[in-house]
């Protein structure tokens, strides 16, 4: 712990939280570094704090109080320090253990270390965890967009955004190609072009692992019932259908008394109509395809199912099995077509990194856009909170944009912290406030007859509104 951090203490009311073995323990008066953000990040911040001590108050009556310590990030710190992103602040990050991001511009021209990389690297937060459901009444492009309740656990360290990538052109490139061209498909009609720039993808045993492991008991202490491993393993078998079967592995070897595969939930309902069916009809049943495969692939499917009854029939048979976690998979691109058809059957998704990239925004646009959603990085004692949109430039000092990504942000900080009570006060005023139709322009535009607040408006009534019932 240093004793200053940019030149200022942090706050003598507060404590560090602390980590140890797994588990965190927070004070009363925990501090809690915050960055502001740019543009409308200054709109939203000052509001959303105002919102959020509200809610600590009326939840404990001062009995506990989060104790922000200002960090400095991107313009301010660029003024104030002439330096985008000051050690510092990242220390403060990394000393206090949580804490809370506005957005940040991103300067035109480059070579300005990346505080969202930099953090996720030091910290190594290799989930990124984006809930995504719908608040009554807010605007959406879905039919029925409260089936939408999915929590998105994206692995945040790996894939394309490792950034190990070689310019087309460049002696690199031509060194890379000639090793791949000649030592690895030599024997093979494949080759790379002349004029092609390479990325390289890579996907860990433990990256994957460590994601799945986390998304699954999430679902453990949460209630949740299906967990889906999203990849695109038909194509890229030994990057995203690894993924998909070391996420199984997890499954199967962690939490084997808690879950049930797609795969095993099949044969126990088939055995459930029929209890005498033989493990060949059980094998049709798998795979309605297998009469027609050859004799090797039926065998295959055969010994599966006879494994499947071996090792957990006593355990999950005779119904057992639903009451239990469901594991399934889905091939991305099918994923984003059930999210947006039959959403309701979907609880928790873990992805590798691109797909979570895109899938969590296609997701939080299904319930209302990226004004309303949340998220955080996650690491093993470390976390950092954003919301997951920029800096709206062009709506900055205002005081019109959305402030409920960064409340969100807040519900998602008090319910880690264990301060529940705080979280449900936030999330169930500002769901009332959207129900009285009393909201920002951005979500105005789309409701029938609602009154236009201003940021500094919709918090207020927020806080108006705690308490009241939902
Ligand atoms: P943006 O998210 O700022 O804006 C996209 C659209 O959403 C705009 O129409 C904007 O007006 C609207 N919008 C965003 N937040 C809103 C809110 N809270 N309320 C109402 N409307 C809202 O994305 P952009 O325009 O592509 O980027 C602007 C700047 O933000 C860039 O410098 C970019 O690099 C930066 N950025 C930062 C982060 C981050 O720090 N996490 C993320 C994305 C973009």
Redesign the pocket.
């Known amino acids: 712990m240093q004793d200053t951090y940019n030149g200022v203490r942090p706050p003598d009311a507060g404590k560090a939280i602390e980590y140890s073995d797994g588990v965190y323990s927070v004070p009363d008066h925990p501090i809690v570094p915050f960055i502001e ?1 740019d ?2 990040g200054r709109d ?1 911040w000052k509001n959303a704090r105002a919102v959020m001590d509200a809610a600590v108050l009326k939840a404990y009556g001062g009995a506990r109080r989060v104790e922000w310590f200002e960090i400095l990030a991107g313009e301010k710190a660029y003024r104030l320090h002439n330096d985008w992103l000051p050690q510092d602040s990242v220390q403060a990050c990394i000393d206090f253990r949580v804490s809370l991001k506005g ?4 300067p035109v021209g480059g070579g300005i270390r990346s505080l ?1 990389v930099t953090l996720r690297q030091t910290m190594d937060l290799y989930q990124c965890i984006r809930p995504v459901k719908h608040y009554p009444g807010v605007p959406s492009p879905m039919v029925k967009p409260d089936e939408v309740d999915v929590v998105i656990f994206r692995e945040n360290t790996e894939d394309i955004y490792a950034g190990i990538e070689f310019k087309e052109g460049s002696a690199d490139v031509a060194k890379l190609r000639e090793f791949v061209n000649t030592e690895l498909l030599g024997n093979t009609k494949k080759r790379l072009r002349d004029d092609a720039g390479l990325g390289i993808k890579p996907i860990s045993v433990r990256g994957s692992k460590r994601l799945v492991r986390a998304a699954i008991q999430y679902a453990v202490d949460g209630g949740r019932k299906v967990v889906t491993i999203v990849h695109k393993g038909n194509i890229q078998k030994f990057t995203e259908g690894a993924f998909l079967e070391w996420g199984y592995e997890v499954a199967k070897g962690e939490f084997r008394d808690r879950v049930v595969t797609e795969r095993e939930s099949w044969i126990f309902a088939a055995l459930e109509k029929n209890p005498a069916a033989t493990p060949e009809e059980l094998a049709k049943v798998v795979e309605p395809g297998v009469a027609f495969a050859p004799a090797s692939f039926a065998e295959k499917i055969v010994a599966e199912v006879k494994g499947v009854l071996e090792a957990i029939g006593a355990s999950h048979d005779e119904g057992k099995w639903k009451g239990m976690i469901l594991v399934n998979d889905r091939i991305c691109d099918a994923m984003f077509q059930d999210l947006l058809l039959k959403p309701s059957e979907y609880s928790v998704l873990a992805t590798t990194n691109l797909n979570g990239d895109y899938l969590s925004d296609a997701a939080a646009a299904q319930v209302g856009g ?2 309303i959603a949340p998220g955080v990085n996650v690491g093993d004692g470390f976390a950092v909170f ?10 900055a000092d205002q005081d019109v ?5 960064v409340l969100l942000c807040g519900v998602l900080l008090f319910e880690f912290l264990g301060w529940g009570e705080a979280a449900k006060l936030i999330e169930d005023a500002m769901t009332e406030t959207i129900r009285q139709k009393f909201v ?1 322009v ?1 979500f105005a535009k789309g409701m029938d007859g609602a009154t236009t607040a201003s940021t500094s408006g919709f918090a207020a009534r927020i806080v108006e509104n705690m308490g009241k019932v939902v």
């Open positions: 953000g543009g409308s939203i957005p940040l511009t991103t969202n990226l004004g954003e919301a997951t949109h920029g800096t709206a430039p062009r709506l944009v959305n402030p409920g990504s920002t951005d």
